[in-house]
């Protein structure tokens, strides 16, 4: 098999993760797949006039959080490379917010990542996901009930604000990370709520799926990642159709979006649940919050709901049923319509979602 730091330079150049003479943050939590990374990337920074800068997050949810800061601060020495660590109250936070512990975390983390790529002048941000990661969180969206979109799951690049979040192992296998450590003689710390039963993820990693390994299918977990990545050129290919047929559909106001009903009508259900989730992040910026339901809800809004029809959806969304079109926007605090068939937002977090997946 090809080396495991060769097949890292053709995955960066196959889909262009990185140029020549980048500034690049790179998030290290001192684990093995964020240290091999690091390692990695050093390897490169001659060839590629990189400058790298760790960057490592205490959230100060163990006793040893704090070990782990010195572990990745004694790495940045050791290796010459200049290191950002600082600690947040990631369950102050949570518990201000509302958000689960994971969801936080995560929020949090990435918050960190883009203040320290903007003080370094970085537009990249390495993040050291691994295909393992990737089956687990194919496996924990059919869970909880996912689509096509979901089923991408963790990306190998996408932009966030003014950065590029790049994943550089994901199509790494754990085993091979902690076999080319060992080989190299390259330390790292082991993080225990890797292992704790409470967070979901940890279930399906230690639970579910070497029982579906054992009993069911020996390559689930590249099964998944097929799927994941299956998935991510047929979601490509909906997303420019989409395009194709956006201003045949769409008129754009400000603070609303107009879709024809006609237009839309003549669409294939595919791209219309993709139109609809174009018009609601022009008006919102995020759809994540929307669940199948709403979509179905959506769709009847366009098919058979009489004129003057008011759908209420989550992020303060109102659909407003007209003659010839279906008026997107936000809500405002003064409407005084009557609403008929109101979907309300979830009330509840579902159980699954305590730990979202990392993207």
Known sequence: ???LPARVRRAITAHQLLRPRARIVVAVSGGADSVA?????????????????IAHLDHRLRAASADDAEFVRALGTR???STTVEA??????????????EEGARRVRYA??????RRCEA??????????????????????????MGLRAIPMKRRLEACWIVRPLLEIWRRE???????AGVTHRDDATNADPRFVRNRIRHELLPLL???????IKRALAQIAEQSHWDYAYLQDAAGRQWKRTVKVRPREVDLSIAAFRHQPPALQRQLLRRAIEQVTGDARAFEFRHWMEIQRLFLERPVGTLLDLPGGIQLRRERERVVCRLATPCAEEKSHGILPAPMNTPSLAEAPVPS
């Open 1 to 3: 098999m090809e080396p």
């Open 112 to 117: 960190f990542l883009l203040d320290v790529a």
């Open 177 to 183: 990370i902690l076999e080319y450590l060992q080989a």
């Open 37 to 53: 990374l690091l390692h990695l990337l050093a390897q490169l920074r001659a060839a590629w006039d990189l400058t790298l800068h």
């Open 123 to 148: 537009d990249t941000i390495a993040t050291a996901h691994t295909a393992d990661d990737q089956a687990e969180t194919v496996l924990m969206r059919l869970l909880r009930g996912t689509g096509l």
């Open 79 to 81: 290796w010459n490379i």
């Open 88 to 101: 947040k109250d990631v369950a102050a936070a949570c518990a201000r917010e509302g958000w689960s512990l």
């Open 213 to 219: 390994e054992r009993d069911y299918n020996p390559n």
